[in-house]
């Protein structure tokens, strides 16, 4: 037989339920149209309980947003194997699984919202942009890039973040071809700044040396070279 009684929550599972709540509320909407009041209905306690957990709106905010940086951060972690082609194609399945189901808390994130201040928003976004960085570096290979190279692969990251917005905004394009276009614009990024560096084409060389003939480089070329001739 069950009494109805509600399990007394310390305080740090209450802390990690609100941030939660307020995740999954921030799916839906933008934070800053997501109130106090709204949080406490879903999480099952009163608008003052959770003034006890976090002192303000303003924090709590912060908190549920750190926690989607460090969620999104973690979508570019990929295990060291298989083609590059290939790691950076499931990079960005993850990486749109994540802004599929949290558009408008990634739209706040990205764009330093009211709900935030925007010196914390501008650090927690390049936390975010430092850590795709370092991965995506870590899987070519170098720890210390040339300043072309470190110059792809931020534009690249930029690119990500840029398509992704406007890919919100109606979803007009099929997602797995972004996934896919923007694994063929590091490649195509890469490419041209091999024209002008000599580390870079080397770089190059070594990713289509290691790509396997059906594998997302070589789609590329294949696309390329299926491009009908001018009339």
């Given at each position: 037989?069950?009494?109805g009684?509600?399990?007394?929550?310390?305080?740090?599972?209450?802390?990690?339920?609100?941030?939660?709540?307020?995740?999954?509320?921030?799916?839906?909407?933008?934070?800053?149209?997501?109130?106090?009041?709204?949080?406490?209905?879903?999480?099952?306690?009163?608008?003052?309980?959770?003034?006890?957990?976090?002192?303000?709106?303003?924090?709590?905010?912060?908190?549920?947003?750190?926690?989607?940086?460090?969620?999104?951060?973690?979508?570019?972690?990929?295990?060291?194997?298989?083609?590059l082609?290939?790691r950076?194609?499931?990079?960005?399945?993850?990486?749109?699984?994540?802004?599929?189901?949290?558009?408008?808390?990634?739209?706040?994130?990205?764009?330093?919202?009211?709900?935030?201040?925007?010196?914390?928003?501008?650090?927690?976004?390049?936390?975010?942009?430092?850590?795709?960085?370092?991965?995506?570096?870590?899987?070519l290979?170098?720890?210390?890039?040339?300043?072309?190279?470190?110059?792809?692969?931020?534009?690249?990251?930029?690119?990500?973040?840029?398509?992704?917005?406007?890919?919100?905004?109606?979803?007009?394009?099929?997602?797995?071809?972004?996934?896919?276009?923007?694994?063929?614009?590091?490649?195509?990024?890469?490419?041209?700044?091999?024209?002008?560096?000599?580390?870079?084409?080397?770089?190059?060389r070594?990713?289509?040396?290691?790509?396997?003939?059906?594998?997302?480089?070589?789609?590329?070329?294949?696309?390329?070279?299926?491009?009908?001739?001018?009339?």
């Open positions: 037989m069950t009494t009684a509600r399990r007394r929550m310390g305080v740090e599972e209450r802390r990690e339920q609100l941030i939660a709540v307020a995740l999954d509320l921030f799916s839906h909407r933008s934070p800053e149209d997501v109130s106090i009041d709204e949080i406490a209905e879903a999480a099952g306690i009163s608008r003052p309980l959770v003034y006890h957990y976090f002192p303000g709106k303003q924090q709590l905010y912060e908190a549920a947003l750190r926690r989607a940086a460090d969620e999104l951060a973690a979508r570019f972690v990929e295990p060291h194997e298989g083609p082609g290939a950076l194609l499931r990079v960005m399945e993850r990486f749109f699984d994540f802004v599929d189901e949290h558009g408008p808390g990634f739209s706040a994130l990205m764009r330093g919202g009211p709900a935030i201040g925007s010196s914390r928003a501008g650090a927690m976004i390049d936390s975010v942009r430092q850590a795709a960085y370092e991965q995506i570096l870590a899987h290979g170098i720890p210390d890039p040339s300043p072309r190279l470190a110059l792809v692969v931020r534009s690249w990251i930029s690119l990500a973040e840029t398509t992704a917005l406007l890919w919100l905004d109606g979803r007009r394009i099929p997602r797995a071809e972004l996934e896919r276009q923007l694994v063929h614009d590091f490649a195509a990024l890469a490419a041209v700044s091999a024209a002008y560096d000599e580390r870079m084409a080397e770089l190059v070594e990713m289509l040396t290691s790509e396997p003939p059906d594998g997302m480089f070589a789609d590329l070329v294949t696309k390329l070279l299926a491009l009908p001739e001018p009339v």
